[in-house]
């Protein structure tokens, strides 16, 4: 799609050359946005986090994407969410693209774009909706790393060595790391838990995933031991009066910070020799492709995992069929 454009990137690119030239320097703080477009990013990011519920990130996210976008409309003459055209938003791809911009990058632009074009669309801001017709390249899907079930055991059966006075954190680090892999949660869920979330005789947690989406995970055995080991022995030890209701918590008695969950994650993996590299993400990933190996059928593991489409929990089916290929590979003698 962006070879098409060449031309208005070559454009873009001589536009930006003349400008550095002329005295303009190339790391310059942009120009303030157009009042149209400064309002209508306004209306648009209230009404991602009002309407829509979205998170902080995503909004954050938006408001960056569009800027861009803004920044790059101005520079051609182009003042209002009205006079954006096709043309436009190419362009402002185009541009991106010759700037190294990747291709799961450029697809997440172009959505942003899109999503916007058709909110200012219905809400008056624009007589049409160029987005639309806007197509983009699709980013490349990297099946994930995952570990192997022996080695996930190995993992969480490994004892870190740790002094006298270190046995809290290790009680809280052992239940962080049952639980992403029992549950498959993302590390901002787990981080997000509360006392109440989690039902041990039951042997189910209750998390709040994107969206405010609530939905209710099983624990194993050994996930729900590894919490009650927390809850009796370690974080009585470090609640005060910045704990609140928070399940898991910091040295320092606040909510668990995602940063040492994944501190964690990467330290007791670094422990077990052979094991890869992998975060809270990447076990994750091994859950998921661990219960769809063992014969959990996808939309048992769509529910779990918390995808909006089937089509994001099918990846792991590719995860599986490419590990049963490398076995196969390895063993049969005529592969």
């Known amino acids: 799609m962006l070879d098409d454009h060449a031309v208005i990137a070559e454009r873009d690119r001589v536009a930006t050359t003349a400008g550095t030239a002329s005295g303009a320097h190339p790391t310059a703080p942009p120009t303030p946005l157009p009042a149209a477009f400064a309002d209508a990013l306004e209306d648009f990011c209230d009404h991602l986090r009002l309407e829509r519920d979205l998170s902080p990130h995503t909004v954050r996210a938006y408001r960056g994407d569009l800027a861009s976008l803004f920044d790059h409309a101005a520079r051609m003459q182009v003042t209002s969410p009205n006079q954006l055209e096709l043309a436009t938003l190419r ?11 990747g291709r799961a990058t450029l697809a997440r632009r172009a959505s942003s ?23 983009s390249p699709k980013p490349h899907r990297t099946l994930p790393a995952v570990l192997r079930p022996a080695e996930a055991t190995a993992a969480l059966d490994a004892t870190p060595v740790t002094s006298e006075g270190d046995q809290v954190e290790q009680l809280r680090d052992q239940a962080i790391l049952e639980l992403l892999y029992a549950t498959g949660i993302r590390v901002s869920e787990l981080c997000g838990l509360d006392r109440d979330d989690v039902d041990l005789e039951r042997r189910t947690i209750r998390v709040l995933g994107k969206g405010r989406k609530e939905r209710t995970v099983p624990l194993g055995e050994p996930a729900v031991a590894a919490v009650l080991r927390w809850l009796a022995d370690g974080r009585p030890h470090w609640a005060g009066a910045d704990s609140g209701a928070a399940l898991m918590l910091g040295a320092r008695g606040r909510r668990l910070d995602p940063r040492t969950a994944r501190r964690v994650v990467h330290e007791r993996l670094a422990s077990v020799p052979g094991l890869p590299d992998l975060g809270p993400h990447g076990l994750r990933h091994s859950a998921a492709t661990h219960l769809l190996e063992g014969g959990a059928d996808l939309r048992t593991v769509q529910e779990l995992l918390g995808h909006a489409t089937l089509a994001t929990t099918q990846i792991y089916t590719h995860v599986s069929i490419e590990r049963l290929k490398a076995s196969y590979d390895r063993a049969h003698p005529r592969a």
């Open 91 to 101: 362009s402002w791809l185009a541009r991106l693209h010759t700037q190294g911009a």
């Open 113 to 135: 774009a899109r999503t916007f074009t058709a909110w200012a669309a219905r809400r008056g801001l624009a007589d049409s909706d160029p987005g639309a017709r806007l197509t």
